[in-house]
T-cell receptor
Framework: SQELEQSPQSLIVQEGKNLTINCTSS?????LYWYKQKYGEGLIFLMM?????EEKSHEKITAKLDEKKQQSSLHITASQPSHAGIYLC???????????FGTGTSLTVIP | NAGVTQTPKFQVLKTGQSMTLQCAQD?????MSWYRQDPGMGLRLIHY???????DQGEVPNGYNVSRSTTEDFPLRLLSAAPSQTSVYFC????????????FGPGTRLTVT
C-alpha cells in the first residue's frame, strides 16, 4: 500500500509554463517534506511544511500544506529546464521515526 | 565535508550471494536510514537508526540487516541476494529526525541476476 500518493505521475511542460504537483496522505501528517531528484542522483531537500495553511517559497517553487485535506501542493512558476527531475514528497505519518515517501512525479521541461 | 558517501556505486550479484553496502557521514548526525527506490514505488524505508547501537525496522526490512557501531557508519547487509532486491539503494542522515531535512548519498545501483 502507498501511504503518500502523488499526482500526476509524470508531467511534460513547455518552458515558461506553470505547473502543480499534488501529494495526498491517507494518514495524519506530522510534517511534509518536498525533495527533488535529478535523474541518476540522490535527493535534494527543497522545503518542509509543518502547520496547516503553511506556505513556503524558494525561488520559483511554492509549497502549501492543507492539513484538513491531508494534502500538499508544489507549484512551479515559469518553469525552466533546470526544474526537470523527479519531485518526491515525504512525511512522518505517525508519531515515531518512520519516514514515508510518495511515488514521485517526473517532470520534463521542453526548451 | 564529504556529506553522505556510499560505496559501491554499482554492483551485480548472483542470487544467493551476500554483500554489504557501505554508508558513511561526516556531519555527526544521529539519525541514519536506508531506502530502496523502485520504479513507480517512490522510496521505501528499509532500516533506520536513531543513534549508535540503536536500529529499527522500516517498511521493507526483510532480507536486510543493519548495525550501527559508530555514529559515522551505517552498513546495509544483504544476507542472501534475490532478484527482488534489484533496486537503487539510498542512505540518508539527519540531525533531528522530525524537523530537519535528510541528506542523501548518491545511491548504489544493485542488480541481482
Amino acid at each position: 500500500s502507498q501511504e503518500l500518493e502523488q499526482s500526476p505521475q509524470s508531467l511534460i511542460v513547455q518552458e515558461g509554463k506553470n505547473l502543480t504537483i499534488n501529494c495526498t496522505s491517507s494518514k495524519t501528517l506530522y510534517g511534509l517534506y518536498w525533495y527533488k531528484q535529478k535523474y541518476g542522483e540522490g535527493l535534494i531537500f527543497l522545503m518542509m511544511l509543518q502547520k496547516g495553511g503553511e506556505e513556503k517559497s524558494h525561488e520559483k517553487i511554492t509549497a502549501k500544506l492543507d492539513e484538513k485535506k491531508q494534502q500538499s501542493s508544489l507549484h512551479i512558476t515559469a518553469s525552466q529546464p533546470s526544474h526537470a527531475g523527479i519531485y518526491l514528497c515525504g512525511a512522518l505519518l505517525k508519531a515515531g521515526n518512520q519516514f514515508y515517501f510518495g511515488t514521485g512525479t517526473s517532470l520534463t521541461v521542453i526548451p | 565535508n564529504a556529506g553522505v558517501t556510499q560505496t559501491p556505486k554499482f554492483q551485480v550479484l548472483k542470487t544467493g550471494q551476500s554483500m554489504t553496502l557501505q554508508c558513511a557521514q561526516d556531519m555527526n548526525h544521529e539519525y541514519m536510514s536506508w531506502y530502496r527506490q523502485d520504479p513507480g514505488m517512490g522510496l521505501r524505508l528499509i532500516h533506520y537508526s536513531v543513534g549508535a547501537g540503536i536500529t529499527d525496522q522500516g517498511e521493507v526490512p526483510n532480507g536486510y540487516n543493519v548495525s550501527r557501531s559508530t555514529t559515522e557508519d551505517f552498513p546495509l547487509r544483504l544476507l542472501s541476494a534475490a532478484p527482488s532486491q534489484t533496486s537503487v539503494y539510498f542512505c540518508a542522515s539527519s540531525d533531528r529526525w522530525s524537523v530537519d531535512e535528510q541528506y542523501f548519498g548518491p545511491g548504489t545501483r544493485l542488480t541481482v541476476t
